[in-house]
């Protein structure tokens, strides 16, 4: 099946600063994004998502921003917090496609104290 | 319930066995999604149901998986003669439409193949 089963990266980040998380995604028709939050043993859980005729989006602390021409999305995480620590992925879906979300390989997101 | 309810969380099978997980969508939402993540990775997509049109089983990774949707509700996925390499956390989501809502992912459940 399609996955983007590989290592994480992680990203460490001291709190009280802002975190940046980018994504490459794959389809080029894909035309709905999602950034996901995962906390250990627990499920995604949803953070914000954009249209591709948006370029930017915000939300309380966070902003994602979408570039079509290079497929890249970013989540922004303004002044980050212990609970911020959680895995991040991005999720695409296509209105042309088969409608299943793909989601992008995920990064570990480790606020220091 | 609110949200999407999946049982059990954990389960502890023996290899060769047939497991049987269960998905409760949240009531009224038409798609509906099982995802495997295998520990620290990424999801990884299985099939797919909307309304009463053909799952899509793509992302099946062999004939020992298979899925239903009843009544275009509870969903239950079965994985047969068990392997060690099924082991991971099966999640379950759904949204109210296919395309352009957010997708709400159930807890998982945690597959343990021993």
């Known amino acids: 099946g399609e996955s983007v089963g590989l290592h994480l990266p992680t990203l460490s980040v001291q709190e009280g600063d802002n975190s940046i998380i980018n994504c490459a995604y794959s389809n080029s028709a894909s035309d709905y994004f999602i950034w996901y939050k995962q906390e250990s043993g627990k499920g995604p859980q949803f953070i914000i998502d954009?249209?591709?005729?948006?370029d930017k989006r915000q939300g309380q602390r966070v902003t994602v921003l979408l570039n079509k021409t290079v497929k890249h999305l970013s989540l922004q995480i303004a002044a980050t917090q212990p609970g911020d620590s959680a895995v991040y992925f991005c999720a695409e879906n296509s209105l042309s496609g088969t409608y299943k979300y793909i989601f992008g390989t995920g990064t570990r997101l480790k606020v220091l104290a | 319930g609110a949200g999407v309810s999946q049982s059990p969380s954990n389960k502890v099978t023996e290899k060769g066995k047939d497991v049987e997980l269960r998905c409760d969508p949240i009531s009224g939402h038409t798609a509906l999604y099982w995802y495997r993540q295998s520990l620290g990775q990424g999801l990884e997509f299985l099939i797919y149901f909307q309304g009463n049109s053909a799952p899509d089983k793509s992302g099946l990774p062999s004939d020992r998986f298979s899925a239903e949707r009843t009544g275009g509700s509870v969903s239950t996925l079965t994985i047969q003669r068990t392997q060690q390499e099924d082991s991971a956390v099966y999640l379950c989501?759904?949204?109210?439409?296919?395309?352009?809502?957010?997708?709400?992912f159930g807890q998982g459940t945690r597959l343990t193949v021993v």
């Open positions: 989501a759904s949204s109210l439409k296919s395309i352009h809502t957010e997708a709400f």
């Open positions: 954009i249209r591709s005729n948006m």
